[in-house]
DNA sequence: GTTGTATTCAACCAGGTAGTTGAACGAGGG
DNA sequence: CCCTCGTTCAACTACCTGGTTGAATACAAC
């Protein structure tokens, strides 16, 4: 399932600092040391929130001499949009035809389909 | 500390059990009770989960004699999928800039070249 | 008023996480 | 070769989180 990296996604994107570098590294590539640089943590930190980041799948890194480059990927947003996306749609229908039942109720019992049994996954 | 509505939210979601809350939410309200049945935890620790995804403004609760229903609030998904599209589109632009930039560069010089392995293809 | 049901509060415990300092490693430059 | 720079690893600490049990609260029914 991919619950766990959605768990990871989300998680990692929970944090500030983490949403902060990667809203600059949408700007372009950086190296640790110049994502690190205007936070007031020490480099060490850093280079752990970009682990997590990197498990997350948000980033990906290279090898450039000693620098190691942090890039953002993109596509894991994806993954992200499509929960969101989903759940929303299906929450904003159920509203609007809660809606429509609410408006032609005159005080009649509420319909119940017969086809709704507990939720599973 | 977490205290920004966007943290709130992502570190809501970041639970997988919390995720399948809202999952079952977006189908139709429930009770404390009925959500917690299919999980193997308490029904406090269930509670705990509400009060955290209430604080991110992801659900609502009313009173309606002893029980205390749920409600999912779709909005606050806007508050994400702004945020997420508004990365993910400057991170993709960039990287479409960026093609351009190397397809536009046939052999000329790099704007960084310490070490030169090959040409870029 | 007492009992029963639904929910929450309080105290506690185990594990994870974000931060620290200090040391190690890898690659270039003197 | 040695030194420096950029980065990561290791160990440690403080706090947050998710879970538990047990008690308290709120309302309905008896």
Known sequence: MAADSLSRVFSALADPTRRDM???LAAGDATVNELADPYDVTVQAVSKHLKVLEDAG???RSREAQRR???LEAEVFDLM???IERYR???EE???RLDDVLRSMPDD???TPPT???AST
Do not use: D, I, K, M
Request: net charge positive.
């Open 22 to 24: 990667v809203a600059r």
């Open 58 to 60: 948000l980033v990906s």
């Open 69 to 71: 480059p942090v890039h």
């Open 81 to 83: 949009t499509r929960w």
């Open 89 to 91: 749609r299906e929450a």
């Open 94 to 96: 159920r509203y609007r």
């Open 109 to 111: 019992v509420e319909p």
């Open 116 to 118: 709704e049994s507990g």
